[in-house]
């Protein structure tokens, strides 16, 4: 009985390893660039993933297991790691921002001040206006 319960479970188990690898390797992606809800639903569906590995456990086969849970391990590194190298790549250079505007090279010449965008469609009022209450 025991054997015939192996011969189910263990396929059972390998086929989680792989959905957990999978959503690992999703959620390293996502952790990279920062989009939270599709690594939150990878790491939801590595959770079933490592859960379904557990049913090789029962027949002592202990692969599946270690191989999810080090995968998830792993795409918490390689996520940290890309998404520090992505922000890395993204910020300007001092050099090329100097190049890019020579207007603040000169002397004397000053650009007008851009408006302060507050998140809403109105842009945000500076100290000098008020705004009249009625009472």
């Not at 999978?22 to 569906?45: E, N, P, T």
Request: glycine residues 10%; contains cysteine; hydrophobic residues 60%.
């Amino acid at each position: 009985m025991a054997n015939m319960l192996a011969s189910v479970l263990v396929p059972i188990g390998n086929a989680g390893a792989v959905l957990a690898v999978v959503c690992a390797l999703i959620f390293a992606l996502a952790f990279a660039r920062g989009s939270a809800g599709l690594a939150g639903g990878a790491a939801g569906v590595w959770i079933l993933g490592a859960l379904l590995s557990l049913c090789a456990s029962f027949a002592t086969v202990w692969t599946p297991v270690v191989v999810s849970l080090s995968a998830l391990a792993a795409a918490f590194v390689v996520g940290v790691l890309g998404r520090v190298l992505l922000r890395a790549a993204r910020r300007p250079r001092a050099a090329s921002a100097a190049a890019a505007s020579p207007a603040d090279a000169v002397p004397g010449t000053a650009k007008p001040a851009a408006a302060r965008i507050t998140g809403r469609s109105a842009p945000a009022r500076t100290g000098a206006e008020t705004v009249r209450v009625a009472s």
